[in-house]
């Protein structure tokens, strides 16, 4: 990989977060050949340069910006936000990119060029199910690169003794989740309802990747204290919610998310259902 603007110590460091990351994850050798990874300070204006050219694949975040080349040899672009980048920060937000670029490498080889995806040829790929599946994929393998390295930071190069990693307790940010329970909460009709009910998936498919670097079962009430089961029984139903939590987790790489994709639909579906019910009860 090629990295432009990064200093020997970033470089390093983010070496050893590669190192954390799982060759089944991401096949990072095809792709390290053919990629360029740039911070920049002028985040806003190269991202409206590249925009005629590579539209939005339903990714895109203020922190960085995946440059995704669909032919098979073609060369990606990441682009690093500088400005919202303190710490190690950076480790997270590139790995997130980087495991996006894999999956998207994946689906592409498996359906065609995404950016030609019509609505209706993206929902029979379970396109949509897949972007939930990545970026919930991309959080929990991004926190675990970023505690790894943030470990090493203050415990020296080597290992811990039998390879198993202790950290404090951890805190889960919540507002995200919070924000997209109430907008569904209280949406006024169903078509406002439809309108948030895809932002709460995406928080929920977050919120769950930083939960799945530190379990192995779909209990997220075990890890944070404040994991809102009473709203999201209220809004989406708590099985459906778990049953989407257990789909992500059991889809731990490429060939798992095929086979986990139906459960994925179905699990959504029925968050769906739930929500018709508030506004049509019995039909």
């Not at 005629?52 to 694949?57: N, R, V």
């Not at 939960?211 to 997220?220: G, H, I, N, S, T």
């Not at 989406?236 to 139906?262: F, S, T």
């Amino acid at each position: 990989m090629e990295m432009f603007n990064f200093s020997a110590g970033e470089t390093s460091r983010i070496n050893q977060a590669l190192g954390f990351i799982g060759k089944q994850e991401v096949d990072l050798d095809r792709l390290a050949s053919r990629t360029l990874i740039v911070k920049t300070e002028n985040f806003a204006d190269e991202c409206e340069q590249i925009a005629p050219y590579f539209a939005g694949l339903g990714l895109e975040n203020n922190n960085a910006r995946l440059v995704f080349n669909t032919s098979k040899d073609g060369a990606h672009k990441i682009l690093l936000n500088k400005t919202n980048i303190s710490g190690l920060s950076y480790i997270h937000t590139l790995v997130n990119e980087l495991v996006h670029l894999g999956n998207l490498s994946r689906f592409n080889a498996d359906h065609g060029n995404v950016y030609r995806l019509e609505p209706e040829q993206a929902i029979a790929d379970h396109y949509y199910e897949f972007l939930l599946w990545t970026k919930f994929q991309a959080m929990k393998i991004a926190t675990r690169a970023h505690a790894l390295v943030s470990w090493h930071e203050v415990n020296g190069e080597a290992r811990p003794d039998g390879g198993h990693y202790q950290f404090a307790q951890v805190a889960f940010p919540g507002e995200g989740i919070n924000a997209a329970l109430q907008g569904v909460q209280g949406a006024a009709t169903i078509a406002t309802w439809r309108e948030g009910f895809w932002d709460l998936l995406e928080e929920l498919a977050f919120y769950f990747g930083r939960l799945a670097f530190y379990q192995q079962e779909p209990r997220p009430g075990d890890l944070d204290e404040h994991f809102p089961a009473a709203v999201i029984e209220e809004t989406v139903g708590l099985y459906n919610c778990l049953a989407l939590y257990a789909a992500l987790q059991a889809a731990r790489d490429y060939p798992g998310w095929l086979a986990e994709k139906h459960n994925l639909r179905a699990a959504i579906v029925g968050m769906q259902e739930q929500g018709k019910q508030r506004y049509a009860p019995g039909t």
